[in-house]
């Protein structure tokens, strides 16, 4: 067999907001006005966070990674790799290579077929992630079309559901969508230019490419997707090439809205969930030309299927549109009730990075206790053994909260903040930020998951902070 997609993970941020609460806060009908809802970040997310929250559901664990790239047009990270943030709280070897992809719509199907070249290369296994969290103006188009989320695929040569059996890749400038180093906000040409020459042209082309390269016709495909933000153009450009409307993705734009370059990694998880096997899909990207991709379905699909569908439940309205403006830092919020957020501490952090990103404590090699953060002696009163301690890792630990607080006066762009000591399911306790959950749905013993998130930006010294917080479990 050969090289292909052994696993994937996708993220979805819980809050969903419904495109007319835009409309009703804006005061007037939109003439950009589409149906459906949004994905929302939460405040404590971004690219980085939602990337990593589909590698850790895509990677389950297993840590057979030897490159790992990171795709995103949305990197908190002007100058520092984010590839090697997400290695640090996966619990990766430093010996992993990584990389950033940045710029280009593209940058995910770029990543992944970089990571296919590395396996092909002799790497044991490679993990693609790529998230975005885009910006339109405040009542634009673009922040009625934006969504967030992340994707991810652990590509190998064993264990393969879906083969890449071959590839097209079309390349130019194409004045579409752009930003500028200091912009906070996407900008874009007129829609029915990007439309026409766009989409209309450079993704017809590289299906028209690939079908040329290896003889095929669109018959041959049972499904076929790729990102476009116009609805109708999405439907034509598919019927031109000759597919059928069975065979034609259920765009995600009315669900979660257009995730950039995580967008085709989406589609193409989705696609895989549906897929029988033996069937060819045909996922293509969008963003300074286009990239066609053609995998084949093989067995051990089953074993994957529900992962997607997971994500898409597990959604709660987002009631209030200035919450999302407070989210996106548009809407400016009186925070700092009890002070400056301190500096960071480079030296401290870099010397427990392991225990910071990556959630790593001990395990008593004597009595088997695990405990964070790491300790020299064991907590357990009848063992005190004194340094016979090995690494443990807590990030993938099943958990219950044991107590926990509601704090209505923490600085918090979401109030009130929730915490409270998490009891993981094999042993060790640790108080943590509890998110994604309203104070109503909070119970004592309720399953939590960990999941990386921001807690501070300093722009002093140009750091994010990461550490992590519990979430309800799915």
């Known amino acids: 067999m050969g090289v292909g997609i052994t696993s994937y993970g996708v993220y979805i941020p819980r809050y969903r907001l419904e495109r007319k609460k835009i409309q009703e806060a804006i005061g007037w009908a939109s003439p950009y006005f589409i149906p459906g809802e949004k994905a929302v970040a939460n405040y404590d997310e971004d690219s980085v966070t939602m990337a990593h929250a589909a590698s850790l559901l895509c990677t389950e664990g297993k840590k057979e990674v030897e490159v790992l790239y990171f795709a995103s047009t949305t990197n908190p990270l002007g100058e520092g790799e984010a590839a090697s943030i997400i290695m640090t709280a996966l619990g990766l070897e430093p010996s992993v290579r990584t990389a950033d992809f940045s710029n280009s719509l593209k940058a995910g199907t770029s990543a992944l077929l970089s990571a296919f070249d590395a396996v092909k290369a002799g790497a044991k296994g490679a993990l693609v992630c790529a998230a975005d969290m885009r910006l339109g103006k405040p009542g634009s188009l673009l922040e009625m079309l934006f969504g967030d989320g992340g994707a991810a695929f652990r590509i190998g040569q064993e264990g393969v559901v879906a083969e890449l059996k071959g590839h097209f890749s079309l390349s130019c400038d194409f004045p579409d969508y752009r930003r500028l180093w200091d912009d906070q906000f996407v900008k874009a040409a007129e829609e029915r230019f990007i439309r026409e020459e766009g989409y209309g042209k450079l993704i017809v082309q590289a299906i028209e490419g690939i079908l040329k390269k290896y003889g095929l016709k669109a018959k041959d495909f049972a499904k076929v997707g790729y990102p476009c933000l116009n609805l109708g153009e999405y439907y034509r ?70 992962k997607v569908k997971r994500m898409f439940e597990r959604s709660r309205p987002l009631l209030n549109y200035n919450k999302y403006l407070a989210f996106r830092k548009l809407l400016p919020i009186e925070l700092e009730l009890l002070g400056d957020i301190p500096s960071s501490q480079p030296p401290l952090l870099w010397r427990e990075r392991k225990a910071i990103l990556g959630l790593w404590g001990s395990k008593c090699k004597r009595c088997g206790t695990p405990q964070y953060p790491p300790q020299r002696i064991c907590v357990n009163p009848e063992c005190n053994a004194i340094d016979e301690m090995e690494e443990y890792w807590f990030a993938n630990r099943p958990a219950r909260l044991f107590t926990f607080t509601v704090d209505n006066s923490a600085e918090t762009l979401n109030p009130p903040m929730i915490y409270g000591f998490v009891d993981f399911e094999e042993g060790g306790r640790f108080v ?22 921001r807690k501070y930006e300093d722009r002093q010294r140009g750091f994010v902070g990461y550490f992590w917080k519990a979430i309800p479990a799915f």
């Open 432 to 453: 943590f930020e509890i998110t994604d959950c309203e104070v109503e749905e909070v119970r004592i013993g309720m399953p939590l998951r960990m999941s990386l998130r």
């Open 237 to 306: 450009i598919a019927k031109q090439l000759g597919f059928e409307s069975e065979q034609i993705q259920e765009p995600l734009l009315t669900q979660i809205g257009e995730t950039g370059c995580a967008s085709p990694l989406m589609i193409l998880a989705w696609m895989l969930e549906n897929a029988k096997v033996g069937e060819n899909v045909l996922i293509v990207s969008y963003g300074n030309g286009s990239e066609a991709l053609w995998f084949e379905v093989k067995e051990g699909i089953e074993s994957h299927r529900g």
